[in-house]
C-alpha cells in the first residue's frame, strides 16, 4: 500500500543552524511528493512539491529532491530562522487511486 | 479571496449526538476532501469527492458521512455512534488529484464528551 514515514520530533534547533528532517515513502507507481507547512493554530499549506524522480522542489530557503532510488523526499533548510518554528508534514499523492498520504508531522522550534 | 472555510472552528458534544461540520470553498476546485489529525497518526484522510455527487472513502471513514450535492460545499457529518471522534478535522480543496496543492480549512475541534 502507499504510506509515508517522516523523522520523529521534536526537533529543536537554534538560529541559523541546518535543518534536515528526513522523510522516506511507500507507493505504487510515480506518486507525487509534498511538504506542507502548519504553523500555530492555522491549517496546512503547501511548502514545495515533486512530481517527478530527480525533480527539486524549493520555496523560502527550503529544498527536497525526489529521490526514486532511496524512496526518500528529506526536507533541507541552511539556515532556520525562528519563524520557521511549526509542524512539517510530507505527503504524497498515489499515481493510483485518488488518495492523499500524509505522515506523521514533525514539529520543529528555532530558538533565539 | 481565496479561501476554505469550516464551521464551526470549536465544538463541544456528547456521546452519541450527530452533527454536521460545514466545508466551503470559492476557488472552483473538483476535488475536495476531509481528513482528522490526531496527535502521534499525522494527517488521515476520512472521504474524499472527485466532483459534484461523487464521494469516495479515505482510510478513516468509519462514524462519517459526507455529501456533494454542490461544487463548493461539501459538509461532513459525525453519525452515532462514532469510534474516538475527539479530534482536529481539516477540510481541504484542490483542482484535482495527483501533482495538485491542496488548499486547507483553518481547521474545527471536537470535543466528545
Given at each position: 500500500g502507499?504510506?509515508?514515514?517522516?523523522?520523529?520530533?521534536?526537533?529543536?534547533?537554534?538560529?541559523?543552524?541546518?535543518l534536515t528532517i528526513n522523510c522516506t515513502y511507500?507507493?505504487?507507481?510515480?506518486?507525487?511528493l509534498f511538504w506542507y507547512v502548519q504553523y500555530p493554530g492555522e491549517g496546512l499549506q503547501l511548502l514545495l512539491k515533486a512530481t517527478k524522480a530527480d525533480d527539486k522542489g524549493s520555496n523560502k530557503g527550503f529544498e527536497a529532491t525526489y529521490r526514486k532510488e532511496t524512496t526518500s523526499f528529506h526536507?533541507?533548510?541552511?539556515?532556520?530562522?525562528?519563524?520557521?518554528?511549526?509542524?512539517?508534514f510530507c505527503a504524497l499523492?498515489?499515481?493510483?487511486?485518488?488518495?492523499?498520504?500524509?505522515g506523521t508531522g514533525t514539529s520543529l522550534t528555532v530558538i533565539p | 479571496e481565496a479561501?476554505?472555510?469550516?464551521?464551526?472552528?470549536?465544538l463541544i458534544t456528547v456521546t452519541g449526538k450527530k452533527l454536521t461540520v460545514t466545508c466551503s470553498q470559492n476557488m472552483n476546485h473538483?476535488?475536495?476532501?476531509?481528513?482528522?489529525?490526531?496527535?502521534?497518526?499525522?494527517?488521515?484522510?476520512?472521504?474524499?469527492?472527485?466532483?459534484?455527487?461523487?464521494?469516495d472513502k479515505g482510510d478513516v471513514p468509519e462514524g462519517y458521512k459526507v455529501s456533494r450535492k454542490e461544487k463548493?460545499?461539501?459538509?461532513?457529518?459525525l453519525e452515532s455512534p462514532s469510534p474516538n471522534p475527539t479530534s482536529l478535522y481539516f477540510c481541504a480543496s484542490s483542482f484535482g488529484h495527483n501533482s495538485y496543492e491542496?488548499?486547507?480549512?483553518?481547521?474545527?475541534?471536537?470535543?466528545v464528551t
Open positions: 502507499n504510506s509515508v514515514t517522516q523523522m520523529e520530533g521534536p526537533v529543536t534547533l537554534s538560529e541559523e543552524a541546518f511507500t507507493a505504487t507507481g510515480y506518486p507525487s526536507l533541507e533548510k541552511g539556515s532556520v530562522q525562528v519563524s520557521d518554528s511549526a509542524v512539517y499523492s498515489a499515481l493510483f487511486g485518488n488518495q492523499f498520504y500524509f | 479561501q476554505v472555510t469550516q464551521n464551526p472552528r470549536y473538483e476535488y475536495m476532501s476531509w481528513y482528522r489529525q490526531d496527535p502521534g497518526l499525522g494527517l488521515r484522510q476520512i472521504y474524499y469527492s472527485m466532483n459534484v455527487e461523487v464521494t463548493r460545499n461539501f459538509p461532513l457529518i491542496q488548499y486547507f480549512g483553518p481547521g474545527t475541534r471536537l470535543t
